[in-house]
């Protein structure tokens, strides 16, 4: 009998971790930011209709992500975002873009967040 309830008990202390962990979604990474829950974060996706998202404006840069799996069509949001500032794509090096506009540098960086988000950085005097 105490066998059964000690089992029964481990189980259910077992459901409520799992439910736990799966509703704060602390399988995911490490998000880059603080100001935002990865819960928030994947709220935040799911409900945008738009092909790239902004999350927050958080240590002199401002985040955003997106769903896009193709890096080439991630790299178009991007130039697109940007460019409505003026400035002018340059380069691409690794993860990051590079555009100039009045002989100073913007460097966007890139980040897969998971396999399914990438997390976009941008310094925030990009709208400058």
Known sequence: M???ILAFSLGTICIFILIFVIYNKDFYPSLPIESLSK???IKIINHSEKPMEKLTDEDGFAWYITSEQDMSIVDD???KLVDQNKWIYKDKEG???IFEKQEKKLIVTT???TGKYVIVKIPINFND
């Open 95 to 97: 993860s990051g873009l």
């Open 77 to 79: 949001t991007i130039k």
């Open 39 to 41: 819960r928030d974060v």
């Open 111 to 113: 980040q897969k967040w």
């Open 2 to 4: 105490k066998k059964g």
